[in-house]
């Protein structure tokens, strides 16, 4: 079936499904990626964390500056030795199965994602095998909710509101009762169908309690404004653009290096810069890989600037550190060195034999894929070939887990603090690429420093090593770009990477 009539084959299915009215609004959505499931912070990615965190919210938010507001919690109450949490929980707030929030489904939700079988990606970010440990959760009345943790931490309420950690979304108990039935949450959207690798539908949350805030990043006024949002899974993205050519999609999640195009063929493009960092993952598990100056040698090979220029951004990033961050010094903003001589000096002293490495890439994103077929090129000239290995996307996640693959091409989703940055490749897990002990040392250090001119110096520390031992190759801070037809008002985009899709509207 062509795109075109996939497309429309979703929306007259979805204009028929029972209880919507011919003249109820759709927000239709074409995207390359589709969800790994419907389960916040279990199984997800840098989509279904977009498309989760319209349906499910947690009691703090990223605000735009990238600060911490509430969302179900009224105020967030912190004792003078910052190891007591309060959060006094705001009124009348619904689930989509019509039951009112107490503080008792806070702590529900709070033990099942702490349990193991869970399977909750931030668990270890507060059972205490990292630093942090919340040591209890209490409810001293029904509107009241009660943290304490182990020792002072400038990462407890961010981790809480963390995209990949599902916001630590408090959802009602049926969501997950006799196993996952899906998200039941608070949030402007309830979930409605998911067709893996066909489409996706939330319904605007009629009885949905929003904050009397401005529309502030995850927090303030989350109206939701329309009746049905269609996303439809759509992998290649040129039959994406046709689709918005012809008047059947909305809003489309573009590639930079298009956006003169849709520009040109009409459509308003928005793009924001967002802490997502584009990057070639080196495994720590891969023999051949383990050569320091084979990996030096690669990084060296690549122009940066061109390969960034080549992918639609302005500049190369080599640090895990955004430069919207207030943590990109000086000593965050230094490189490998664009040094094709060199790199050949650095194979030969590796002994490298012109034996093909395994560069593993998906078309999840154009960028991913377009970023190895260049490198490949870089690295040929200069006397490095690679074989490039193209897998859907979930094959793709199952070898990073794994650690499985001698170098990917790689994204990481937004991460808000220079802490996390660094912890999201670093670490003892399978999936994690630097585990060289002092660097772990220093991330533990960066997780429990409160004072920002000591932790800028930890995080400096950190890039010089890096840049020093290549675990990863740093490639750029990508930007968002968004195509939008002339239907949509209201939509707009923030640092946070994430879709928004309360206080938007469609016209005819």
Not at 267 to 292: C, K, Y
Not at 318 to 325: D, G, L, Q, T
Request: with cysteine; proline share 5%.
């Amino acid at each position: 079936m062509k795109l075109g009539a996939a497309i429309a084959l979703a929306t007259s299915t979805l204009v028929t499904l029972p209880g919507l009215a011919a003249a109820e609004s759709v927000l239709r959505i074409a995207s390359t990626s589709d969800m790994t499931s419907d389960n916040p912070g279990v199984d997800r990615s840098g989509f279904s964390d977009s498309v989760h965190l319209n349906i499910v919210e947690g009691l703090v938010g990223y605000k735009d500056d990238l600060s911490i507001g509430p969302v179900l919690a009224e105020d967030i109450q912190v004792s003078e030795d910052g190891l007591t949490y309060t959060f006094p929980l705001r009124e009348g707030v619904l689930f989509h199965n019509g039951e009112t929030m107490t503080a008792e489904h806070v702590l529900a939700s709070w033990q099942r994602l702490m349990e193991e079988e869970t399977g909750w990606r931030c668990r270890d970010r507060f059972d205490g095998s990292g630093r942090l440990e919340v040591t209890s959760i209490t409810a001293p009345d029904a509107a009241t909710v009660v943290f304490t943790i182990s020792e002072p931490s400038p990462l407890f309420l961010k981790d809480m509101a963390r995209f990949d950690c599902g916001a630590t979304a408090v959802q009602h108990p049926d969501a997950w009762a006799d196993g996952w039935q899906g998200p039941i949450g608070t949030g402007p959207f309830r979930f409605v169908e998911w067709r893996p690798g066909e489409r996706i539908i939330l319904e605007r949350f009629e009885d949905y309690v929003a904050d009397d805030g401005p529309r502030d990043g995850m927090t303030g006024d989350k109206t939701p404004m329309v009746d049905r949002i269609l996303i439809t899974v759509v992998p290649d993205a040129a039959s994406a653009k046709a689709a918005m050519r012809a008047g059947e999609v909305d809003l489309l999640d573009i590639s930079t290096s298009d956006a003169e195009e849709m520009r040109e063929a009409g459509f308003e493009v928005l793009i924001e810069p967002t802490p997502a960092w584009g990057t070639f993952l080196i495994s720590r598990h891969s023999e051949r890989m383990a050569n320091p100056a084979l990996r030096q040698a690669m990084a060296k090979a690549l122009d940066m600037n061109q390969l960034a220029t080549l992918m639609g951004y302005e500049a190369h990033n080599a640090s895990p550190i955004p430069p919207i961050s207030s943590f990109f010094t000086p000593g965050q903003d230094r490189t490998y060195g664009y040094d094709v001589e060199a790199a050949r000096a650095l194979l030969e002293e590796a002994g490298y034999d012109g034996t093909p490495i395994r560069l593993i890439t998906s078309r999840r994103s154009a960028t991913m894929f377009d970023q190895a077929v260049v490198a490949q090129a870089m690295w040929r000239q200069a006397g490095i070939e690679t074989e490039i290995e193209v897998l859907e996307w979930g094959t793709q996640l199952d070898l990073y887990r794994s650690g499985d693959y001698d170098i990917m091409s790689f994204g990481f989703s937004a991460r808000l603090d220079p802490a996390l940055s660094w912890d999201m490749f670093s670490g003892e897990q399978q999936r994690k690429v630097w585990a060289d002990p002092a660097a772990l040392e220093k991330i533990a250090t960066l997780m429990t420093e409160t004072d920002a001119d000591a932790r800028a110096a930890i995080s400096d520390a950190l890039m010089e090593k890096f840049l020093e031992q290549v675990p990863a190759i740093g490639l750029y801070s990508q930007p968002t770009a968004i195509a939008l037809s002339d239907r949509v008002e209201g939509f707009e985009l923030w640092p946070g990477g994430r879709l928004r899709f309360w206080q938007t509207t469609v016209g005819e």
